[in-house]
């Protein structure tokens, strides 16, 4: 079971340039998340989306920008990197039914490093 | 607005013994669920139990235990006869009942717990 997978796992970027980490999932899931996770700190949420089409702001969206053209994917792009941005990222999927928050489910993490 | 407070940055114990993990929360919705996610030193982030607002019994799954208390906004965590394999970031969240969350968390800043051999 493939659950939600992250590419790249590691990369290191240059400041002012772009990329975009990939989020696939295979499990349905209508909702999906992107958080960023700083060192010794909880995660905070970036973006996220109700279904394909449909995204909307989290806490921290300065700097990043998403998509959602299909149910299985959620790419997160950064554009102008900064060192700020230099952080491990998650992204996630749940499932919206049965009445009630049903559990998210994360990636193995991208861990970006920009420089 | 929600808030989610680990008071507890970090935890040590030996072996064997019982530790709590202490998770206090914020929220005016009435409906609301509660998380522990456990994030091990290869980084994923393992869900463990969710509960919710509207259901105040305490749970046990094996060694792990929790305790939700809506008089004191608590929702902790006990790990009892500790393991070295336990030793993990754990993060307490929150999820508003209202409409407009998208089923989104709010995260604590999390509990590093070690267990010693």
């Known amino acids: 079971n493939a659950g939600v997978t992250q590419t790249p796992k590691f990369h290191i970027l240059k400041i002012g340039q772009s990329m975009t980490l990939q989020c696939t999932q295979d499990?349905?899931?209508?909702?999906m998340y992107w958080y960023r996770q700083d060192p010794g700190m909880g995660l905070k949420l970036i973006y996220y989306?109700?279904?394909?089409?449909?995204?909307d702001k989290g806490e921290v969206p300065n700097g990043y920008n998403v998509s959602r053209s299909t149910t299985e994917d959620f790419p997160l792009r950064l554009e102008l990197a900064a060192p700020s941005q230099t952080s491990v990222y998650f992204c996630?999927?749940?499932?919206?039914?049965?009445?009630?928050?049903?559990?998210?489910?994360f990636g193995d993490g991208t861990r970006l490093s920009i420089l | 607005a929600q808030k989610v407070t680990q008071a507890q940055t970090e935890i040590s114990v030996v072996e064997k013994e019982d530790v709590t993990l202490d998770c206090v929360y914020e929220t005016r919705d009435t409906t609301y669920y509660l998380f522990w996610y456990k994030q091990p030193p290869s980084g994923e982030l393992v869900f463990l139990i969710r509960r919710n607002s509207f259901d105040e019994q305490n749970e046990i799954s094996g060694r792990y235990s929790w305790n939700f208390q809506k008089s004191t906004s608590s929702f902790n965590f006990t790990i009892t006869a500790s393991q070295v394999v336990d030793s993990a970031v754990y993060f307490c969240?929150?999820?508003?009942?209202?409409?407009?969350?998208?089923?989104?968390?709010?995260f604590g800043e999390g509990t590093q717990l070690t267990v010693n051999p």
């Open positions: 996630a999927s749940s499932y919206s039914g049965g009445g009630g928050a049903q559990p998210q489910h």
């Open positions: 969240a929150l999820k508003g009942g209202g409409q407009t969350s998208g089923s989104r968390l709010t």
């Open positions: 499990m349905n899931h209508n909702y």
């Open positions: 989306s109700v279904g394909a089409g449909i995204t």
